[in-house]
């Protein structure tokens, strides 16, 4: 009996063990409940709009491997699904047409979670202003690289996230264009025109200025282009004085960088750099630049010197090896971008190389090109000297499509502009892009078969379009 | 704090038990007398008890025995393991010789259930029981690996050879897409995580796995996958104290090789697939220096490895207290130099008969574990996958002038991209620095209160405590195509404990004869608790490896930390309840709670009934010859898996996010963005399982054999939506959707004869499991890993079909000339054909959809991991002092997927070719299945298809013993009561039609992708000698 009662105060002592037993916390992580309480919150997501741009899927590589269709450079690498992109011979489930699908649609929902909670944040209006003009203008980019890669796609607005429908059938093109739109006119006007200190690089409202101007040559809206291209032109982002200015780490964020992909070496670093470079260098050598890209510079364009590295020149490689010189076979067609890279003083490539998305030169280049398609050849000759004499070349006069071509071409080889500017000039009717691609190139870039319209976009990830259950439809012909 | 509170109050609660005093007996009557088997000779250490009483003694090394009894008119119980008891009366005699026979019945035992023992003849559930006998002194890690084979319908699945490696245990096929490990249970401690490497197979009584919902629904929300319950071995009360000494040491090697090219074919090839294509010839593969073979990177990479165990146990007791002590050390060093795995541990496990009605102990043990692990399972960089590609024209060191090299440095593909995106494996083994130690806590303390004739409390108070340290180096690589030019060091250290304290109560009683009753009911708590944190630095200046510590890293450039929490409460009970032994009901439930589900969901409660019916012992029966044993039962209930991510139910904003600004960007700033989208519905997944059973005993049991039937549903499980990409990169919580269903047959059948001196034992099990996702979100499939460098999509887990099936093409043969293509109506639309892509020697892929283009719409199944069966079959034999054991395991019925193959035909990749390419399509007729040698993937010749498809099947000599033990006349003489020499082999020999290395490939992504062949780190063949002592 003594047994028994003995026992009895520890089975009630037991089985009142409560409920808060199976609580369980969230350490070192805030719920959605517990975040956006005040501007750094605010703050805090808006720098989260940016990180996934340095992805490797992204601006590592991923966005200038849709570059590989264009006449400029051959792929290179090892990456066994390249190859069928530079042919168009590749199939729904390419591997590259799905890497950065959903990072894109990251960023625009990271955004999304901006527009929906920051305008509930107590804060100080200006820096509030500038949090939603970040948020605008990333969404309107992420949905601007699906718009050129894909073509119609989802648009996730603010109330898709709310109510958790993401599994949306595709939007049309000018509806797409219009979400664009509609998300860049707001940025350029919530944001400001330039920053100082710690926040430069950030969008400012030239960026979105810059983007729209890009925007309306694609919708042929010259008028547009040229409006809102000027804003950029008139107003504090300058060409840099040198060209190379925007490829050295020192002066990469000069005014005329409307837009870069931000590294800092150590802290946040995008691969690029190294896809972009020789494997003996540190490398993994991918987008090596073809001969026939090198004969389009002008004799003397000194541009070619810092946007491709040749044989024969001296590359400071830092560290034991100090300047190098360039040799042939670093490189299947004898070159490598030098846009794109650089090596610390010790040794080794330089993690804080950014990478360019859009300079004040592409869009004085719009300008002129929407100028010259306005009011015909010599309209735009002001804004291609600017470049041009920012390079030391001597003025052209009267110059029309094929020197603006020839132009863009030079000015902005590597940056990924060239497949996207020559399927746009094929629908204006300026060139024959079946015609330009079935020119035999050479071993590095020989004839192939463009099938208009179908390879004005790539195809859909084939998995998206197995997981949506016959919601999301392919692009024609694929 | 509140929750620790809870346990540790009980704590002062069982020191108080500890402080009632001790009584003591009178003893008078002196009994002796020797015990010996029906030939005579003597058993040592054979327990002699007065019954009904704690009074007892253990026989010495002459087999006597003296023991002082009160009751000159009482009985004594002798007992010894293999052999009947007996029961004798002392009848006032002071001279008590005692012959007992040999056991022939192999249900004179007993079983290990979930808080509780029972009897192997009333189990009504499915229960697996293995011998620490038939586990001792193989030379394997652990637990796991050791009970590979042993039990119908328990597959341990090895992920490879590498030293450490456990391999994953699936009791009754793969439960769920999710964690589909077993719950653990050591001394009735189920463990803070599924790892059993830390517990040495010499130390293990028993192991008995619960398969069926009736057996293991005692453990609720845990139970859904099975429940393995692991006894250590205790010494017995009067038992003589004896020592003994086990050792032993070996050799391991990987016996097989991949038939690759050497450098003069390579290099034929190579040429051969750029003109195919009409391309030049890249001027590396003219260059001669490279066109000598030098070395077998293989033969380079695979070296002999050792193996060695030190263990001793120490065990015996009093009347009152018994006690067994064991400790050891294990060291393997992998087939891999530099791959090796440590194990040191003790542990103590003693029971103290404090009063009559109390009973205290403690079972605790130590390890430590130390290991290096290569990286072998990557298709990009692993170990073995780069030894079988690496250029074999390169030299491990380069002794002479070779271009792009420097004398003294290790041969490099960096001269030429053409020669892959690879490092020389043997350099990656010799700078590869990744050591990982663990340091492990098990123990429980429990104390047990006779409250009434039958009626028992018992208590439990357990913990399980880890401490893992990683340091990994980087080191600068400069010389190789894979370069770092920043060095780093990571460190990462973490804690993880789980408490538990548990209450239960047991009532055993026979009423009226004939009404056998046992009832357990309890309560339990446990908490679990993990915090780690993490640092980097970067620019070493000395990369020596005295160097290797933060300190001496210039620049900071990582520190992170987390800790999480989770609990579990639960309240349980059983009925045990037998009608004259011949109709048998137990019924469970266990009600658990859980903080991984939402404050709504976290309740669940999981019963569950089985029956038996003992027809051998109907009346009827009695006259039936032959059969000694016949018994049928049949079960139905409920179990949970909870192994799911903590607080999905929580929408998660997670910091980090990091990006520069600023003028030269330098300014660091770190964004912060939702982690995850919240699911508050969210809870567990349950199976539901119907289980049928039949046990036969014929021959007097000597031939035994059981058989079950098994429907294993699981319902509501956790899958993850299938995320379209519009969702972003955001975790997206699993919902209760999928559901999954195996069912199957089990079977074991033991015999065990023998004349005279000869003895002999054969058993075999074998497991006939249907595995078949029924239900995914609406109609949808789950992807799992791609494959390698080219990114290939391998496996897909479909409704209506085996989790992780294979999926790709399928194809007839290879285009022999240019009218078979012309007129193939599989590609009448393809506009590859138009192009001119498609060539002969490439391979004809099957339209399935008739549309006449080769697309992914002609993707289907091709091939299924799961095996029909998986088997086991051991056969021991003894003569006179010798003793052989044969153990046999196998699968049939199983695909493999052969991707190092795939991609080890296929020129298009810079890397060293399969031997078999030389077979290839070279000209019409030349081969029908091997394609032409070609670097542009035109055809996309190497797609996964049906053409890498192999049957895995295999039949694996596990392990092989022969041992020896000297007779007792000897052993005596040198003050020993045992001492047996052995010889063992591990992986002895495999029969199978597989190609690749090793055909256990395991697990590659969770569950949804197993049998691909990535160049898994082989199993090796391993021989140990050994020696066991006992004193």
């Known amino acids: ?478 | 704090m509140k929750k620790s509170y809870t346990l540790w109050r009980v704590l002062p609660t069982m020191l108080l038990f500890l402080g009632i005093t001790l009584s003591g007996f009178a003893q008078d009557f002196k009994v002796s007398g020797k015990v010996a088997d029906t030939a005579g000779e003597p058993l040592i250490g054979a327990s002699v008890q007065l019954k009904g009483t704690s009074t007892g003694t253990v026989t010495d090394v002459e087999g006597n025995y003296e023991l002082l009894v009160n009751d000159k008119n009482g009985i004594l119980l002798i007992s010894y393991v293999g052999y009947q008891p007996s029961e004798v009366s002392i009848n006032g005699q002071s001279q008590i010789d005692i012959i007992l026979n040999t056991s022939s019945r192999l249900l004179d035992e007993v079983v290990v259930v979930g808080y509780g023992t029972q009897e192997k003849e009333d189990v009504t559930g499915s229960i697996s029981s293995v011998k620490g006998e038939d586990l001792q002194n193989l030379p394997v890690i652990g637990a796991s690996q050791a009970l590979q084979g042993r039990a119908a319908g328990v597959q341990v699945v090895r992920n490879g050879g590498a030293p450490g490696d456990g391999g994953s245990i699936r009791i009754r096929g793969t439960g769920t897409v999710n964690n589909a490990n077993p719950l653990i249970v050591v001394d009735g401690v189920p463990l803070a995580y599924g790892s059993i490497n830390d517990i040495n197979p010499n130390d293990i009584e028993s192991m008995e796995i619960l398969k069926d919902a009736s057996s293991s629904a005692i453990y609720g929300t845990r139970a859904a996958n099975g429940v393995v319950l692991i006894t250590t071995k205790k010494g017995g009360f009067n038992e003589r104290t004896t020592v003994t000494l086990n050792t032993y040491a070996g050799i391991s090697n990987i016996s097989n090789r991949i038939d690759v090219l050497d450098a003069p074919s390579l290099t034929n090839i190579k040429k051969e697939a750029y003109q195919n294509d009409g391309l030049d010839v890249p001027d590396i593969w003219n260059e001669p220096a490279f066109q000598r073979q030098r070395t077998n990177w293989q033969d380079e990479l695979f070296q002999t490895g050792y193996t060695q165990n030190y263990d001793f146990t120490i065990s015996g007791g009093s009347e009152r207290t018994s006690f067994a002590f064991t400790g050891g050390y294990f060291s393997e060093e992998g087939t891999i130099d530099n791959s090796f795995f440590d194990r040191y541990y003790a542990r103590i496990n003693s029971t103290f008969k404090v009063t009559d009605w109390l009973t205290i102990g403690e079972n605790m043990q130590l390890t430590r574990q130390e290991g290096n692990f290569l990286n072998t399972n990557s298709a990009q960089t692993g170990l073995v996958w780069s030894a079988i590609r690496f250029h074999p024209g390169l030299p491990v060191i380069v002794n002479e002038a070779l271009p792009g090299h420097e004398i003294g440095q290790y041969g490099s593909s960096q001269v030429s991209g053409e020669f892959g995106d690879i490092n020389n494996p043997i350099f990656t083994q010799d700078i590869e620095d990744d050591i990982a130690t663990n340091n492990r806590f098990l123990g429980n303390l429990f104390a047990e209160i006779q409250i009434l004739d039958g009626l028992k409390l018992r208590g439990n108070f357990a913990a399980d405590a880890s401490l893992f340290d990683r340091t990994e180096f980087f080191p600068i690589i400069d010389q190789q195509i894979r370069a770092r030019d920043r060095n780093a060091l990571e460190r990462s250290y973490g804690e993880s404990y789980s408490l538990l304290g548990e209450y239960f109560l047991t009532y055993d009683k026979v009423f009226a004869g004939v009404h056998q009753v046992n009832l357990v009911g309890g309560y339990t708590a446990q908490q679990f608790v993990s915090e780690n944190f993490f640092a980097q630095r970067l620019d070493f200046p000395n990369e020596e490896f005295d160097q290797r510590f933060l300190n001496a890293g210039n620049t900071i450039s990582g520190a992170s930390g987390t800790r999480q929490d989770f609990s579990l409460l639960s309240g349980f009970g059983r009925l045990n309840y037998s009608y004259d032994g011949r109709y048998l009901l137990t019924a469970t439930v266990r009600r658990d709670g859980s903080s991984r589900f939402a404050p709504d969901n976290r309740w669940g409660t999981f019963p569950a009934f089985s029956a038996g019916w003992r027809i051998s012992r109907e009346k009827f029966f009695e006259n039936v010859e032959g059969i000694s044993f016949l018994k049928l039962t049949g079960g139905w209930g409920q179990l949970g898996n909870q192994e799911v991510a903590n607080l999905q139910y929580l929408a998660l904003v997670a910091s980090g996010r990091r990006y520069a600004f600023g003028p030269d960007g330098s300014t660091q700033v770190v964004g912060a963005s939702l982690s995850r989208i919240p699911n508050e519905s969210i809870s567990w997944e349950t199976a539901e399982m119907l289980n049928f059973g039949l046990e036969i005993g014929l021959l007097e049991n000597r031939l035994f054999g059981t058989f079950n039937y098994f429907i294993k549903d699981t319902k509501d499980m956790l899958l993850a939506p299938p995320t379209v990409g519009t969702i972003g990169r955001t975790d997206v919580p699993d919902q209760n959707v999928g559901e999954l269903r195996n069912q199957g047959l089990e079977m074991e059948l033991s015999y065990r004869g023998g004349k005279g001196d000869f003895t002999y034992n054969i058993s075999g099990n074998a497991a006939f499991i249907r595995n078949e996702v029924t239900t995914l979100f609406d109609g949808n499939f789950l992807a799992s890993q791609f494959y390698g460098r080219p990114n290939q999509e391998i496996a897909r887990t479909f409704e209506g079909e085996p989790i992780g099936t294979f999926f790709g093409w399928t194809t007839d043969g290879l285009y022999q000339n240019a009218g078979e293509i012309s007129n193939d109506a599989n590609i009448a639309n393809d506009p590859r054909r138009e192009a001119g892509l498609i060539q002969p020697g490439d391979v004809r892929f099957v339209d399935l959809n008739g549309d006449g283009l080769i697309d992914d719409e002609d993707r289907t199944i091709i091939g299924d991991p799961t095996p029909d069966v998986t088997y086991g079959l051991n056969a021991g034999f003894g003569y006179k002092g010798f003793d052989l054991n044969i153990f046999f395991l196998g699968v049939a019925g199983v695909d493999i997927y052969n991707a190092d193959r795939m991609q080890g035909l296929d020129a298009s990749y810079p890397f060293n070719l399969y031997a078999e390419a030389e077979n290839r399509w070279t000209g019409e007729g030349s081969s029908n299945s091997i394609p032409r040698a070609s670097v542009n993937r035109d055809n996309l010749n190497f797609r996964t298809s049906d053409l890498f498809i192999e049957d895995g099947s295999f039949l694996r000599l596990k392990n092989l013993s022969l041992g020896y033990t000297l007779p007792r006349s000897v052993t005596s003489n040198i003050g020993m009561t045992n001492l047996r020499f052995y010889v063992t082999g591990q992986n002895v020999f495999t029969i199978t039609d597989y190609s690749g290395l090793d055909p256990e490939l395991g697990l590659i992504d969770g569950n949804l992708q197993s049998n691909v062949d990535y160049a898994q780190y082989p199993q090796a063949r391993t021989w140990v000698f050994g020696l066991t002592a006992g004193f």
């Open chain 1, 1 to 478: 009996m003594k047994n028994i009662i003995l026992l009895l105060p520890l089975i009630t002592l037991l089985f009142g063990c409560s409920e808060e037993f199976l609580d369980s916390t969230p350490y070192a992580q805030s719920t959605s409940a517990t975040f956006w309480r005040n501007a750094d919150d605010a703050v805090a997501a808006a720098n989260a709009l940016y990180d996934p741009l340095n992805d490797e899927q992204l601006y590592g590589h991923g966005e200038q491997t849709f570059e590989i269709c264009s006449d400029d450079f051959w792929r290179a690498g090892d990456h066994g699904e390249d190859q069928a992109i530079e042919e168009f011979v590749f199939d729904p489930d390419n591997a590259q047409l799905r890497h950065g699908y959903s990072r894109k649609y990251e960023i625009v929902n990271r955004a999304n979670a901006i527009l929906i909670n920051v305008p509930d944040i107590d804060m100080d209006p200006a820096l509030k202003d500038r949090v939603l003009g970040e948020a605008y203008f990333m969404r309107g980019f992420a949905n601007w690289r699906l718009h050129v890669i894909y073509g119609e796609l989802p648009l996730i607005f603010e109330q898709d996230v709310i109510d958790g429908t993401f599994n949306k059938p595709k939007a049309t093109t000018d509806e797409m264009r219009a979400a664009i739109e509609s998300d860049w006119l707001e940025a350029a006007a919530l944001l400001p025109a330039s920053y100082s200190g710690a926040d430069i690089g950030r969008p400012t409202s030239g960026t979105a200025n810059g983007f729209l101007a890009k925007l309306y040559l694609y919708m042929d809206n010259m008028d547009k282009v040229i409006e809102h291209g000027e804003r950029v032109i008139n107003g504090p982002y300058p060409l840099a004085a040198d060209f190379g200015d925007n490829f050295q780490i020192e002066t990469e964020n000069n005014p005329e960088m409307l837009f870069s992909v931000q590294a800092q070496d150590g802290w946040t670093t995008c691969a690029y750099r190294i896809y972009s470079t020789p494997r003996p260098w540190g490398g993994w050598d991918f987008h090596e630049p073809i001969q026939d890209l090198v004969d389009e510079f002008e004799e003397g364009d000194p541009r070619l010197d810092y946007s491709i590295m040749k044989p024969g020149d001296i590359i400071d490689l830092g560290g034991d090896r100090g300047p190098t010189e360039y040799t042939a076979d670093l490189s299947s067609t004898g070159y490598h971008f030098r846009k794109f890279a650089s090596w610390r003083e010790s040794g080794g490539l330089d993690g804080s190389q950014n990478v360019p998305v859009l300079r004040s030169a592409d869009v004085y280049l719009m300008v002129a090109e929407a100028k010259i398609r306005r009011d015909g050849n010599g309209a735009g000759d002001a804004e291609i000297n600017a470049v041009r004499e920012r390079a030391g070349l001597e003025p052209v006069s009267g110059a029309g499509m094929s020197e603006l071509i020839h132009e863009r071409r030079v000015e902005l080889s590597g940056e990924n502009q060239r497949h996207q500017d020559l399927m746009r000039w094929d629908k204006a009717g300026f060139i024959d892009i079946v015609e330009h691609y079935r020119e035999d190139r050479g071993a590095f870039k020989p004839s192939r078969d463009f099938q208009r319209p179908k390879h004005y976009y790539f195809a859909i990830p084939q998995r998206e379009i197995d997981l949506s259950n016959g919601v999301l439809e392919q692009n024609p012909n694929y």
